[in-house]
């Protein structure tokens, strides 16, 4: 789950939730799927803005999502 981007997979997919049942369904629906999926779990929405959020031009970016760029 989560991690760095491999060319690899086919999806990458963010998944924002909480509630760890709703992630154990989610990646057992992922699991029948034929593809090869990247899974990053964040728990909340703030999070998840912090994700895309785009890099500043005056700030080196050192935050946990760095791997993306």
Do not use: C, W
């Not at 999806?11 to 049942?21: A, C, K, P, T």
């Not at 709703?22 to 990646?27: A, Y």
């Amino acid at each position: 789950m989560g991690g760095e981007y491999s060319d690899k997979s086919d999806f990458r997919v963010l998944l924002v939730e909480d509630n760890q049942g709703d992630v154990v369904l989610f990646n057992e629906a992922l699991d029948h799927l034929n593809k090869s999926v990247e899974l990053t779990i964040v728990k909340d929405s703030l999070t998840a803005i912090e994700f895309f959020e785009p890099i500043s031009k005056e700030k080196s970016f050192a935050g946990s999502y760095s791997h993306r760029y």
